[in-house]
């Protein structure tokens, strides 16, 4: 079992006119990257502002690496970075320059800052930009650089609120590839966003959070639901009454449902079962030309979850 690297108890936050945050409780496993999906108004923004230690809660408890954030916030701050949704850069600085200031406010030695100046430039592919005023950058540029203010210091948790929010589809590929390889260097990442299909390319795990509070939380791929079965997907090359009662008729295969040419079912035990089943079908004389497991997509996942409401 994976290690959980964040913790979070009982968390209430309240504002002066509404609680946003009821008894929220989650983990986050290390090394991870956790999508954070709800509705306009469900508390993402507020539940990662009490991550990195910005709002004190009203009640509950917080532990990243085991530091308790409400009684130690600035030892966390060293070991994570936080991006917000209205990120703010001086743009009148040039990209080194603005890396450099960022890694003086994060403490991080005067001999040091160079080096870590051109790492979190290389990391972002910025290094050709860094003599460039950032005021002059592109809005995918400006993102990358305030990525890179944000790990400038090293941290070990990353937290980013909408961090795909006004970016073009290229640059929006761009900041996918680059999550997945600061996740590859050891960083764990929580990722707060409402384009589903891109968290799909490279979450891990999903928190769905709903009026303040935890509707879902776990991994996003079909492992979660492997108790269950997996969903397998048969396409035949015309219509055949025969499918559903084959498929009813053999052992572990469960919630069957035909349509036209197509069946679907859950099945248990795993790759013995999937060729056994295709036996059973192709035995029948049935003429399979598709055969396949599906996985359950992070949508389909959210939308279940809360009954069909739009993000």
Same mark, same amino acid.
């Given at each position: 079992?994976?290690?959980?690297?964040?913790?979070?108890?009982?968390?209430?936050?309240?504002?002066?006119?509404?609680?946003? +945050?009821?008894?929220?409780?989650?983990?986050?496993?290390?090394?991870?990257?956790?999508?954070? %999906?709800?509705?306009?108004?469900?508390?993402?923004?507020?539940?990662?502002?009490?991550?990195?230690?910005?709002?004190?809660?009203?009640?509950?408890?917080?532990?990243?690496?085991? &530091?308790?954030?409400?009684?130690?916030?600035?030892?966390?701050?060293?070991?994570?970075?936080?991006?917000?949704? /209205?990120?703010?850069?001086?743009?009148?600085?040039?990209?080194? $320059?603005?890396?450099?200031?960022?890694?003086?406010?994060?403490?991080? =030695? =005067?001999? =040091?800052?160079?080096?870590?100046?051109?790492?979190?430039?290389?990391?972002?592919?910025?290094?050709?930009?860094?003599?460039?005023?950032?005021?002059?950058?592109?809005?995918?540029?400006?993102?990358?650089?305030?990525?890179?203010?944000?790990?400038?210091?090293?941290?070990?948790?990353? &937290? +980013?609120?909408?961090?795909?929010?006004?970016?073009?589809?290229?640059?929006? %590929?761009?900041?996918?590839?680059?999550?997945?390889?600061?996740?590859?260097?050891?960083?764990?990442?929580?990722?707060? /966003?409402?384009?589903?299909?891109?968290?799909?390319?490279? =979450?891990?795990? +999903?928190?769905?959070?709903?009026?303040?509070?935890?509707?879902?939380?776990?991994?996003?791929?079909?492992?979660?639901?492997?108790?269950?079965?997996?969903? +397998?997907?048969?396409?035949?090359?015309?219509?055949?009454?025969?499918?559903?009662?084959?498929?009813?008729?053999?052992?572990?295969?469960?919630?069957?449902?035909?349509?036209?040419?197509?069946?679907?079912?859950?099945?248990?035990?795993?790759?013995?079962? $999937? /060729?056994?089943?295709?036996?059973?079908?192709?035995?029948?004389?049935?003429?399979?030309?598709?055969?396949?497991?599906?996985?359950?997509?992070?949508?389909?996942?959210?939308?279940?979850?809360?009954?069909?409401?739009?993000?």
């Amino acid at each position: 079992m994976t290690e959980a690297f964040v913790t979070v108890e009982d968390l209430v936050f309240e504002y002066p006119s509404n609680r946003a +945050l009821h008894g929220v409780g989650v983990t986050i496993a290390q090394g991870s990257i956790t999508a954070l %999906v709800g509705p306009n108004g469900a508390g993402k923004t507020t539940l990662m502002r009490c991550l990195a230690g910005l709002q004190e809660p009203f009640s509950g408890r917080i532990q990243i690496a085991g &530091i308790d954030v409400n009684r130690h916030p600035r030892q966390t701050h060293k070991r994570l970075g936080y991006l917000a949704d /209205s990120f703010g850069l001086y743009e009148d600085l040039s990209v080194r $320059r603005c890396l450099t200031y960022m890694a003086w406010v994060q403490g991080c =030695a =005067a001999e =040091a800052t160079g080096r870590l100046v051109l790492a979190a430039a290389d990391r972002l592919d910025i290094t050709d930009r860094l003599d460039e005023k950032a005021g002059t950058l592109s809005r995918g540029l400006k993102q990358r650089l305030a990525i890179a203010q944000a790990i400038i210091h090293q941290p070990e948790f990353l &937290i +980013l609120d909408e961090p795909a929010s006004g970016l073009d589809p290229d640059a929006r %590929v761009r900041l996918s590839a680059l999550l997945g390889r600061l996740r590859d260097d050891g960083m764990t990442l929580l990722v707060s /966003s409402h384009i589903l299909s891109e968290l799909e390319d490279y =979450a891990t795990d +999903l928190i769905v959070i709903r009026d303040g509070r935890i509707a879902s939380q776990g991994p996003i791929s079909g492992s979660s639901r492997m108790d269950e079965g997996e969903r +397998l997907s048969i396409t035949l090359a015309a219509p055949d009454t025969r499918l559903e009662s084959v498929l009813s008729s053999q052992d572990g295969v469960s919630a069957v449902h035909i349509e036209n040419r197509t069946g679907q079912c859950l099945i248990t035990g795993g790759e013995a079962a $999937r /060729s056994g089943l295709l036996k059973s079908l192709i035995d029948a004389g049935l003429d399979v030309i598709d055969y396949r497991v599906e996985e359950e997509r992070l949508r389909d996942t959210y939308m279940a979850t809360l009954g069909g409401e739009s993000a």
